[in-house]
């Protein structure tokens, strides 16, 4: 018998001598129903356009997703946001991670500008489920290779995933937007609020970043009755201030206009909101109207339907910030440097 002959691999192209190997990296981006507006923005500030998937709702209420080219060997990522309906949204998204594996896609990325389940990230109470590590678990499973999420409610969400999670940051986005609108005189008047004792870590960081003083509300919520806040008091001065009141979203609007209203009776001359993801579940348009809100600052993380707009909202882009990441991504580039290395 002939001796077999070893090939061994070229150093530079890593293929073996003779042969043609096909080594350019592939950037697909696609998108399930939640959120399109959004997704199309993303592959706009990419050069790119959405791959063509064929998506079906079945009389019976079951889903198929199927992609209308080859995604073969290519880096994937599925752009999905979670707002309302969620559960659909998310059984969506998994279906179509499951049709990404199969259709031999090389790195499945999710990015979910709002990580659904967020504020389930402990037991609160006894016999309680951790939601949010399940939803990491689902992803997992599905194919997700990796996760991208805007402003978590909790950074320890981050390790529920078995993978690379890219937390990235709205602060950015919302922090331009009031250097280019607020007057000196506003400046010289500001005061960060911090909403409860949870986000004054994020509070603080805009404090920092306005050269502003920080004040906390001091709530308490009856852990049996969802969506209601009791405000006790407010640390800090807020006499003739105006007040910046920063949150990592709003969903039923109950805890902020409360802080609102606090700070107002407590001699605030103006009262801003200031939040990434816009949940808006009713009556939460209603509610932030108001007066004790002059202004509420948002990003299009959620789609936001015309009934829930009001003349006193603000909505900035989210989709440069996403485009920016997954650039970085796809170049083995550095997320964190984004955002000068630091949250």
Same mark, same amino acid.
């Given at each position: 018998?002939?001796?077999?002959?070893?090939?061994?691999?070229?150093?530079?192209?890593?293929?073996?001598?003779?042969?043609?190997? !096909?080594?350019?990296? $592939? /950037?697909?981006?696609?998108?399930?129903?939640?959120?399109?507006? /959004?997704?199309?923005?993303?592959?706009?500030?990419l050069?790119?356009?959405?791959?063509?998937?064929?998506? @079906?709702?079945?009389?019976?209420?079951?889903?198929?997703? $199927?992609f #209308?080219?080859?995604i073969?060997?290519?880096?994937f990522?599925?752009?999905?946001?979670?707002?309302?309906?969620?559960?659909?949204?998310?059984?969506?998204?998994?279906?179509?991670?499951?049709?990404?594996?199969?259709?031999?896609? !090389?790195?499945i990325?999710?990015?979910?500008?709002?990580?659904?389940?967020? *504020?389930?990230?402990?037991?609160?109470?006894? $016999?309680?489920?951790i939601?949010?590590?399940?939803?990491?678990?689902?992803?997992?499973?599905?194919?997700?290779?990796? +996760?991208?999420?805007?402003?978590?409610?909790?950074?320890?969400?981050?390790?529920?995933?078995?993978?690379?999670?890219?937390?990235l940051?709205?602060?950015?986005? /919302?922090?331009?937007?009031?250097?280019?609108?607020?007057?000196?005189?506003?400046?010289?008047?500001?005061?960060?609020?911090?909403?409860?004792?949870?986000?004054? *870590?994020?509070?603080?960081?805009?404090?920092?970043? /306005?050269?502003?003083?920080?004040?906390?509300?001091?709530?308490?919520?009856?852990?049996?009755?969802?969506n209601?806040?009791?405000?006790?008091?407010?640390?800090?001065?807020?006499?003739?201030?105006?007040?910046?009141?920063?949150?990592?979203?709003?969903?039923?609007?109950g805890?902020?206009?409360?802080?609102?209203?606090?700070?107002?009776?407590?001699?605030?001359?103006?009262?801003? +909101?200031?939040?990434?993801?816009?949940?808006?579940?009713?009556?939460?348009?209603? @509610?932030?109207?108001? #007066?004790?809100?002059? #202004? +509420?600052?948002?990003?299009?993380?959620?789609?936001?339907?015309?009934? !829930? *707009?009001?003349?006193?909202?603000?909505?900035?882009?989210?989709?440069?910030l996403?485009?920016?990441?997954?650039?970085?991504?796809?170049?083995d580039?550095?997320?964190?440097?984004?955002?000068?290395?630091?949250?």
């Amino acid at each position: 018998m002939g001796r077999k002959k070893r090939i061994e691999l070229d150093r530079d192209h890593d293929i073996a001598p003779g042969l043609v190997a !096909k080594t350019k990296k $592939r /950037l697909v981006v696609a998108t399930g129903r939640s959120h399109p507006e /959004l997704a199309d923005s993303v592959a706009l500030s990419l050069g790119t356009e959405l791959v063509p998937t064929e998506h @079906r709702t079945f009389a019976s209420g079951e889903i198929l997703t $199927r992609f #209308e080219v080859s995604i073969r060997g290519c880096d994937f990522f599925l752009i999905q946001s979670f707002g309302p309906p969620v559960n659909e949204w998310l059984m969506e998204t998994l279906i179509m991670l499951d049709a990404a594996k199969r259709a031999s896609a !090389k790195r499945i990325t999710v990015v979910a500008p709002y990580y659904p389940y967020s *504020r389930q990230d402990k037991k609160g109470r006894g $016999r309680e489920p951790i939601s949010a590590r399940l939803v990491a678990d689902l992803l997992k499973t599905a194919g997700a290779d990796r +996760v991208m999420s805007v402003d978590l409610h909790a950074a320890q969400i981050q390790g529920f995933f078995d993978g690379p999670v890219d937390h990235l940051f709205a602060k950015p986005v /919302l922090l331009e937007y009031f250097k280019e609108t607020l007057s000196a005189e506003d400046r010289a008047k500001l005061t960060v609020v911090s909403p409860d004792t949870g986000r004054v *870590r994020v509070a603080d960081q805009w404090s920092d970043s /306005l050269g502003a003083p920080l004040a906390i509300i001091h709530k308490r919520r009856d852990p049996n009755v969802a969506n209601q806040v009791t405000v006790n008091e407010i640390v800090g001065h807020v006499d003739g201030r105006v007040c910046l009141l920063v949150d990592d979203m709003i969903d039923t609007g109950g805890t902020i206009v409360k802080a609102a209203e606090a700070l107002k009776k407590n001699g605030a001359e103006r009262v801003i +909101v200031a939040a990434t993801h816009a949940i808006f579940s009713d009556p939460a348009a209603e @509610r932030l109207q108001s #007066e004790a809100i002059d #202004e +509420v600052v948002v990003t299009d993380t959620i789609p936001i339907p015309a009934e !829930k *707009r009001f003349a006193t909202l603000t909505i900035l882009p989210i989709a440069p910030l996403l485009g920016r990441a997954i650039r970085e991504v796809f170049e083995d580039g550095s997320v964190t440097s984004m955002f000068d290395g630091a949250a």
